[in-house]
Every structure is written in C-alpha cells, then in structure tokens.
C-alpha cells in the first residue's frame, strides 16, 4: 500500500535551516508528483511546495526564495531544504501525493522556530 513518511524535524532557531524528507513507498514513485504541505496549530493546512515528476517546482509565496524541493527517485524521496526560518514557519509539515485518484498523507514531522 501506499505510505509516506516524514523525518527531519526539530527545534531551530530563527534564520536557521532544516531538511526535511519524505520516503515513499507502494507506489511508482518516479512518475508522480509531490507535495510539501504544513499545518500551524489552530490553522488550516496549507500548501507549501510541489515538483513534478520532471522536477518542475512551484512554491507558496511565504517560503519563495527560502525553501527548496527536490526528489531523489532512486531512494523514492522528496526533500524540502528549508533556509532562512522564521517563528511564523513553525508548523506540522506533511508530504503529500495524489495517486490513482486516491489522496495519500503522511504522519508529519515537527519544525518548531524559536529562539
């Protein structure tokens, strides 16, 4: 079956820098799309980055110029390298992908920007 899995959060202090990953499986990995999305407590869940299976990237406004997607198809895993953070980036980060019509989430990792 299909699964995602987060890793990489923690505790950072602000205009510090995180990598998060994502490892997917049960599915064929390299021919779709990806996203990075994350959730601030008491906020709905928003949009924070995508690359398509031929790597073409788009991101939300918030993060342009700060954070980077990228995907290595040969270990199934997207990357968000996140630079320069900010206290109002702290957030559940979830990895996400649409496969065969059906949604798939992952469990989320923790970034938490504070001095």
């Known amino acids: 079956q299909v699964q995602l899995m987060e890793s990489g959060g923690n505790l950072v202090q602000p205009g510090g820098s995180l990598r998060l990953s994502c490892l997917a499986s049960?599915?064929?990995?390299?021919?779709?799309?990806m996203r990075w999305y994350r959730q601030a407590p008491g906020m709905p869940r928003e949009f924070v980055a995508s690359?398509?299976?031929?790597?073409?990237?788009n991101y939300a406004e918030p993060v342009k110029g700060r954070f980077t997607i990228s995907r290595d198809n040969a270990k199934n895993t997207i990357y968000l390298q996140m630079n320069n953070l900010r206290p109002g980036d702290t957030a559940d980060y979830y990895c996400?992908?649409?496969?065969?019509?059906?949604?798939?989430w992952g469990q989320g990792t923790q970034v938490t920007v504070s001095s």
């Open positions: 996400y992908s649409l496969v065969a019509a059906r949604e798939y």
């Open positions: 049960g599915f064929m990995f390299e021919i779709y799309p």
């Open positions: 690359i398509s299976d031929r790597n073409k990237t």
